[in-house]
């Protein structure tokens, strides 16, 4: 991950993506913000004791340092709902609709998920011109939302998983993602990413649905930065239960065409 800073916010990018001029893309860490603990410092999300005041004034944070248009947030419930921006209406704050990844073509919206163990998984495709963001937590990645998000992205803007690029960014490693009772929870196709007695690799998991997808391996930049390992850089449900969520942002802009 490349690590940047802007206004005095840290935040990172994939190698893979931070090549395309036309693409914004953030994920940013927890330090930086206006939250008093143990909501500290960058936190975006509302409905988890953090005052409200706080919450805006850190969003609007994360818009002026991507300065590309409006954010838009999903109410995230751990599902596979897929929200197309351009037709199902995402709102900003806490009026948004339901569902767990978002996609646009618009250049004046920038996807924002938030998390705290579970996947931000950034996808762009450069002949389309479309970019998704998806939230993948354990429930919404044993029933594939990566790759139903892929779907509708095939679907209804005519993408081709072969032309996608991605990066799974900072989220719980197999060295933290416990599932003691992961024979009730996981499905069994699932058990040949278990390491360990009872920890499972949902970094390999996202990788092999995107590969599943049609997306290139060559394609696809996994951050590998545990959450629940980096305190100091990241909020962790596991580490801490009450805590805030850390944003991962991407959109399009426009880029004058150069000189012929």
């Excluded at 850089?233 to 959109?251: E, L, M, P």
């Amino acid at each position: 991950m490349l690590v940047k800073v802007k206004n005095g916010v840290y935040f990172m990018q994939f190698p893979n993506l931070a090549g395309f001029p036309e693409l914004v893309h953030a994920v940013f860490t927890r330090r930086g913000g206006g939250s008093a603990a143990p909501y500290d410092s960058l936190n975006v999300s509302f409905g988890l004791g953090d005052e409200d005041a706080r919450v805006r004034q850190n969003r609007e944070l994360l818009a002026r340092i991507t300065a590309n248009g409006e954010g838009l947030f999903a109410h995230q419930v751990h599902g596979t709902n897929v929200l197309s921006a351009n037709t199902d209406g995402p709102r900003q704050g806490s009026r948004a609709p339901t569902g767990d990844a978002l996609i646009t073509r618009s250049h004046t919206q920038m996807l924002t998920i938030q998390v705290a163990d579970c996947q931000a998984v950034l996808l762009y495709d450069p002949v389309q011109g479309v970019v998704a963001n998806v939230h993948a937590g354990w429930r919404g990645s044993i029933h594939n939302i990566v790759g139903r998000t892929i779907a509708r992205m095939e679907r209804d803007y005519g993408c081709r998983p072969g032309h996608l690029v991605a990066g799974i960014g900072p989220s719980l490693g197999p060295c933290c993602a416990e599932f003691i009772n992961y024979t009730r929870e996981i499905p069994r196709p699932y058990w040949h990413h278990r390491v360990a007695e009872n920890h499972f690799d949902f970094w390999a998991i996202t990788g092999e649905q995107l590969q599943k997808a049609g997306v290139l391996p060559a394609n696809v930049h996994t951050s590998e930065i545990c959450t629940r390992c980096n305190p100091q850089a990241f909020f962790s449900y596991r580490r801490a239960k009450v805590t805030g969520r850390f944003a991962a942002v991407i959109g399009l802009r426009h880029v004058p065409p150069g000189p012929r």
